[in-house]
């Protein structure tokens, strides 16, 4: 009996054991699938994106372009699907009935900080905008704001400028003329606000880190060293509209080769990823192919100020740029070498930027002029001969300058080398082909005869791309210049500003006498095709100024 009841007991805790155990298991398991399930969540929350080469700065007065930084800083308004002018730090705003004084109400909006967003802040980012020992690319941009030009010509203090702040909630802007894109304009990250709280405590550090610098938009970085090849945009919680916002975090990786980017998404590490002509053609029947055009025109500038004399003389003949337009085959270029969508361009400016506000015509067919950006190989042999004669040489050598941080960049300088030796004979070009910030350091320096590069609109108005023309601005590198095109983009600016036909004839005017002396020569306007997976819903992608917003970016 006491052997029975011994094997009684034992049975009895080996079933109580049996039970803890498996209790322990399933809530082991069920654990394992809470965190399989969290892990999904927070995926599902991520957007993992490449860029080509680091962020340059994320200080908004020396910054030279917000495609991606508009998700962290906001003006008065912020661009929506197609252009449109969606509210951002305004929530109103009133403009007189000459044009000259806009009035813009403040909402409750706070810094990523938690500091309150003030009237005060924009007034004082305008003016270390303007402060020359800030040196920023965009001042020009202010052009037509109160006092902005003789502040941009040294003739008038920065806190002169047209901008006032009656009340922590109000801002004032007087302008010197009706600005016809003001409203848009006031879209773009460049005017919006900083915290000279902020800028006075980090002093020279301001912006060379992401913690040295404070936000006003949907996201604030983290872990930008100002070098570094990762850095992540992730919620700002203080920002007025976060409740919209589903993404918490966006990562950013440097991905430089385009083979390793569809690697990269191919094992699920990037969620979007652009693509080279060669891999257009392998997935452009793909479900998760995708394009994404925009107002981006690559052209070659000439340098009219050529430290050469031989070559100065050369870039200052018109039959030879002529001859150099004209022998570029653009159907050839876009539809068989890139294959991507991209597009020849008809002129200077981008196509499907403005539309004639009388016709609804597209600025860019207006600004067409024959035989410029045409293929005519026995004209452009004609002007070469023609321009070598006048220019008393046989043959002339050439160095392109061209970034290797753009995919096609490489593609395009090779095509170009070629086609000149094919159809322009005694034309030598040698590509210099470097780190896109060390192309843009050298041209800066006036160290090139031709340079590669390009120009995306920063708002939808064909002033954005003649204004980087102009005589005096520092985008113009190769020291362009042309006297009557001048007045015509300063009258579009002054005594027409306010009719909007007479100011569109302007414009129009400027671009054909432009293209007529193929000061620049446009090559193509970008099409850029991406793998983008099926997951990935509401991103927002604009033509022209801030190009990508991730507000409303999910995964389905």
């Not at 009035?103 to 003016?127: E, M, P």
């Not at 945009?233 to 950013?252: M, S």
Request: glycine content about 6%; charged content about 25%; aromatic content about 10%.
């Amino acid at each position: 009996m006491l052997l029975l009841w011994e094997e009684i007991k034992m049975k009895k805790i080996h079933k109580i054991l049996l039970t803890i155990f498996t209790a322990l298991l399933v809530v082991v398991i069920a654990g394992c699938g809470n965190k399989k399930s969290n892990s999904n969540e927070s995926n599902k929350k991520q957007l993992n994106l490449s860029a080509t080469a680091p962020l340059d700065t994320i200080d908004i007065s020396k910054s030279t372009g917000y495609g991606q930084t508009g998700n962290v800083f906001e003006s008065f308004y912020r661009l929506g699907k197609k252009g449109q002018v969606n509210a951002g730090l305004a929530k109103s705003s009133l403009v007189s009935g000459d044009g000259l004084t806009w009035t813009f109400k403040l909402r409750d909006a706070k810094w990523s900080n938690g500091d309150k967003i003030t009237a005060q802040d924009f007034v004082y980012s305008w003016r270390r905008t303007l402060d020359p020992k800030t040196k920023s690319p965009y001042s020009y941009l202010f052009s037509g704001i109160k006092n902005a030009d003789q502040i941009i010509d040294g003739k008038a203090k920065p806190d002169s400028i047209g901008i006032s702040a009656p009340n922590d909630k109000t801002v004032v802007i007087k302008l010197d003329k009706p600005i016809a894109y003001f409203k848009v304009l006031m879209a773009y990250p460049l005017f919006g606000p900083q915290n000279e709280k902020v800028v006075d405590k980090y002093g020279k550090k301001y912006g060379t880190k992401s913690q040295y610098m404070v936000y006003s938009g949907p996201f604030k970085i983290k872990n930008w060293s100002g070098t570094g090849n990762k850095w992540q945009f992730a919620k700002n919680d203080n920002y007025w509209d976060h409740k919209v916002v589903k993404l918490a975090q966006i990562n950013y990786t440097v991905v430089s080769n385009p083979t390793t980017g569809q690697e990269l998404y191919q094992q699920n590490k990037l969620d979007l990823t652009p693509l080279t002509s060669q891999q257009v053609k392998n997935f452009k029947s793909d479900k998760e192919f995708k394009q994404y055009p925009y107002s981006y025109v690559t052209y070659i500038k000439y340098n009219f100020a050529d430290q050469d004399a031989a070559k100065r003389k050369a870039m200052n003949n018109k039959n030879i740029r002529l001859a150099m337009s004209l022998a570029i085959d653009r159907d050839v270029l876009t539809k068989k070498i890139l294959g991507d969508g991209s597009e020849p361009p008809k002129g200077f400016v981008a196509s499907d930027l403005a539309k004639d506000p009388q016709t609804g015509k597209d600025f860019a067919d207006q600004q067409y002029v024959k035989d410029t950006v045409d293929t005519n190989t026995k004209l452009a042999q004609e002007y070469w001969q023609k321009g070598l004669k006048e220019i008393g040489q046989k043959d002339l050598k050439l160095t392109l300058l061209a970034s290797n941080d753009d995919a096609n960049g490489k593609v395009i300088s090779e095509y170009l080398q070629s086609r000149y030796h094919k159809i322009l004979p005694g034309l030598d070009i040698d590509i210099r082909d470097i780190p896109g910030h060390s192309a843009t350091q050298r041209a800066d320096d006036g160290d090139f005869d031709l340079y590669l590069s390009g120009w995306g609109g920063d708002f939808s108005d064909p002033i954005t791309f003649l204004q980087t023309v102009k005589s005096n601005t520092s985008y113009n590198q190769g020291k362009y210049s042309n006297k009557e095109y001048d007045e015509l983009v300063d009258r579009a600016q002054d005594q027409d500003a306010n009719d909007e036909n007479k100011r569109w004839d302007d414009l129009v005017k400027a671009t054909q006498i432009l293209n007529a002396e193929q000061g620049m020569t446009p090559v193509y306007q970008q099409v850029t095709a991406y793998l983008q997976k099926s997951d990935v819903k509401g991103i927002i992608h604009n033509t022209a100024g801030t190009q990508w917003s991730y507000k409303y970016a999910y995964k389905d």
